[in-house]
């Protein structure tokens, strides 16, 4: 399908009616007791997610996204009374998110800024007590953008850096439609098992069903694992408003990959199965920094970022995904860098040529949705007939619902 006719697809061709009482507002007590549903060749049934390991083949390769939610709203109140929320979304200075993270005293963000109107100039304070004493974190609107507010934080203690800082004063930042605030058990249950990378402001929900037990299992059965990470942005939460996919502006997020899992990817003759859209848009992205490569092998890192219509070039398919990843391996080498690190804004809709993957593990995800777009481009029209099946056998949906595993049309599950 030409670019044209995938900015052309109507949103409304990819609704259905999701009932409030279908969408999970808390978790399960045990995270691989949720359901599973399965697909494969066209057929669905279901499971319950601790089985996982007998349905995914012995010789697979599965990519994880091992990014780590932050504290990301500070709630701060004028001396008026008023309530501001300042929602951090993604580092401005320094950009890095490991560098910012370790800031001791100042450091800035991009953020989102609730209750905005209230908040016209001067620094906001907030007053936090800690272990140590008191510190008095401020906030002060520096650049005022379209979509984000650049603000700059200080705080007087030193010691603290804003990795810290965040993990005292911040609330989670658990999805809105949950229509509840967070609580305790969220700092637990919001997270992967194995998340390990600080920088996300909503969690890769696909991950969430598994537990120490389920990635035991897996190893067991020999079957390989590699991460990647994504920092996810609030922007995942963003419904497509506008009538076609073209009037959509897709959310950037940063993206690192290590040598070793694209070496990994490079030597992989198995079957690969991703876990989340995050893991899957990651791999993807992959491709299209490997193409931009091979006709300009100088390029610099933020040159390598994926804009959202790019992959519908028709030009894009003149490199194979086996020189796209020898291009990236070649780069990094080059660089003397064992870590590629640069950012994507792809959107996969239906009609999108997947270069990789062969099965897909992910929640069920909301009505008229670029996460949905995914889908439908992955499996196809079945899409319906996936959410159909889930609607009618009391499935949980959404952030803390249940999940898929989704194989592709073309896979062959007995081959693989």
């Known amino acids: 399908m030409k670019k044209i006719e995938i900015e052309q697809l109507q949103i409304t061709d990819f609704d259905y009616i999701l009932p409030d009482e279908k969408i999970a507002k808390y978790p399960l007590e045990k995270r691989d007791s949720s359901k599973l549903l399965l697909y494969a060749g066209g ?30 709203r500070l709630l701060f ?41 209230r908040w016209k100039d001067g620094a906001l304070q907030l007053k936090i007590v800690h272990e140590k004493g008191i510190i008095t974190l401020s906030a002060q609107k520096k650049e005022v953008n379209e ?15 804003f990795s810290e800082l965040l993990e005292i004063a911040g609330k989670l930042p658990i999805p809105p439609y949950l229509n509840r605030p967070a609580e305790t058990n969220d700092n637990e249950t919001y997270q992967t098992v194995y998340s390990r990378i ?4 909503a969690a890769p929900t696909a991950g969430l069903h598994f537990t120490n037990e389920v990635m035991d299992a897996l190893h067991r059965k020999g079957i390989q694992t590699d991460e990647v990470t994504l920092h996810v942005g ?37 079957p690969l199965i991703v876990v989340g859209t995050t893991s899957m ?3 993807e992205s992959l491709y299209y920094m490997g193409r931009k490569l091979q006709f300009n092998p100088d390029l610099k890192p933020h040159e390598l970022a994926v804009l959202q219509w790019e992959p519908y ?18 780069y990094l080498d080059r660089q003397q860098a064992d870590h590629l690190i640069s950012s994507t804004q792809i959107i996969i809709a239906p009609g999108y040529k997947f270069h990789f993957v062969d099965g897909l593990i992910t929640n069920f995800h909301q009505p008229q949705s670029t996460l949905l777009l995914l889908i439908a481009a992955f499996v196809g029209n079945d899409w319906r007939n996936i959410y159909e099946y889930a609607l009618t056998h009391d499935f949980r949906f959404l952030s803390y619902g249940d999940s898929s595993l989704l194989f592709s049309p073309d896979f062959n599950l007995k081959n693989g």
């Open 313 to 330: 070039e028709e030009e894009n398919e003149r490199v194979s995904p086996k020189q796209a990843l020898e291009n990236l391996l070649d």
């Open 43 to 72: 057929n669905i049934s279901s499971s319950v997610f601790s089985l996982l390991p007998e349905y995914i083949p012995s010789n697979s390769l599965m990519i994880f996204n091992n990014t780590r939610v932050i504290h990301a």
């Open 77 to 117: 109140r004028k001396d008026t009374g008023a309530q501001i929320e300042v929602f951090c979304l993604s580092p401005a200075e320094p950009s890095d998110y490991a560098l910012n993270f370790q800031q001791r005293g100042n450091c800035s963000w991009h953020c989102m800024i609730g209750n905005a109107k």
């Open 198 to 201: 600080e920088g996300s402001v």
């Open 281 to 283: 848009r990651t791999m």
């Open 147 to 161: 979509n984000d507010v650049t603000v700059e934080f200080s705080w007087d203690d030193p010691s603290i850096t």
């Open 234 to 270: 609030a922007g995942t939460f963003k419904p497509v408003k506008s009538q076609i996919i073209r009037s959509h502006e897709m959310h950037t997020e940063c993206i690192s990959v290590s040598r070793k899992t694209i070496a990994d990817l490079y030597e992989n003759v198995n």
